[in-house]
């Protein structure tokens, strides 16, 4: 009967090398922490302004003059107030009538004295630049408008100065409550502009999240 032969058994060496440790690799997926940026302060809007209160429209009773909250009308042409710097008033008289209304009473009267003219033709001429006269002497109310970087607008209107001294008197009360106005709006916008410069100026600079070169 043949000897059996038993299976060879391996056995582990004291010189074997153990088997190599797990060894940690950096994550790819690390984030790089960075400096958060800075937060700028916020800017408190200031209080819008108020509108202001409307004004009832106010025109002469012949509707030559028409002056509502912002526009004036005269004699058909619109102007804006905000274009408008100051308005007057004032008599002025016809000089041209004047002129001829005293010339010709002059020589009337020397013709009549020379007896160059009868009593009856006299008498019409007399009367005739008589009229004259006091029709240049009479006048009219001239209406000027002074406008911004413009020349100025002329009106002629007819009637009593005293009424219109007093639609001019409320016409310039308005153009100066439109210039405040305007005044007001624009000192607002500057102090918010101002106000958000200041801000941005108080700002600490940005770091530099450049990475630095890695040398070969």
């Given at each position: 009967?043949?000897?059996?032969?038993?299976?060879?058994?391996?056995?582990?060496?004291?010189?074997?090398?153990?088997?190599?440790?797990?060894?940690?690799?950096?994550?790819?997926?690390?984030?790089?922490?960075?400096?958060?940026?800075?937060?700028?302060?916020?800017?408190?809007?200031?209080?819008?302004?108020?509108?202001?209160?409307?004004?009832?429209?106010?025109?002469?009773?012949?509707?030559?003059?028409?002056?509502?909250?912002?526009?004036?009308?005269?004699?058909?042409?619109?102007?804006?107030?905000?274009?408008?710097?100051?308005?007057?008033?004032?008599?002025?008289?016809?000089?041209?009538?004047?002129?001829?209304?005293?010339?010709?009473?002059?020589?009337?009267?020397?013709?009549?004295?020379?007896?160059?003219?009868?009593?009856?033709?006299?008498?019409?001429?007399?009367?005739?630049?008589?009229?004259?006269?006091?029709?240049?002497?009479?006048?009219?109310?001239?209406?000027?408008?002074?406008?911004?970087?413009?020349?100025?607008a002329h009106f002629t209107l007819p009637g009593e100065l005293a009424?219109?001294?007093?639609?001019?008197?409320?016409?310039?009360?308005?153009?100066?409550?439109?210039?405040?106005?305007?005044?007001?709006?624009?000192?607002?916008?500057?102090?918010?502009?101002?106000?958000?410069?200041?801000?941005?100026?108080?700002l600490p600079p940005a770091p530099d999240n450049t990475l630095p070169?890695?040398?070969?």
């Amino acid at each position: 009967m043949p000897a059996t032969v038993p299976a060879p058994q391996w056995a582990r060496s004291s010189t074997a090398g153990a088997p190599p440790a797990a060894t940690s690799t950096p994550s790819t997926n690390a984030e790089t922490s960075l400096p958060e940026a800075p937060v700028p302060p916020v800017v408190e809007a200031l209080p819008p302004l108020l509108p202001p209160t409307p004004l009832p429209t106010v025109q002469s009773p012949d509707g030559r003059f028409v002056l509502t909250d912002t526009h004036l009308t005269v004699l058909g042409q619109t102007f804006g107030l905000r274009e408008l710097e100051q308005a007057e008033v004032q008599r002025v008289r016809w000089v041209l009538w004047v002129l001829l209304g005293g010339l010709g009473l002059t020589t009337v009267l020397i013709a009549f004295l020379q007896n160059w003219l009868h009593t009856l033709p006299a008498m019409v001429g007399l009367a005739t630049t008589a009229l004259l006269l006091a029709y240049g002497q009479r006048g009219t109310n001239r209406l000027r408008l002074w406008r911004l970087g413009r020349e100025a607008a002329h009106f002629t209107l007819p009637g009593e100065l005293a009424t219109w001294q007093r639609l001019v008197g409320e016409l310039n009360r308005r153009i100066s409550r439109v210039h405040d106005r305007a005044a007001a709006e624009a000192a607002a916008l500057l102090a918010a502009a101002e106000a958000e410069l200041v801000a941005v100026q108080a700002l600490p600079p940005a770091p530099d999240n450049t990475l630095p070169t890695p040398f070969a």
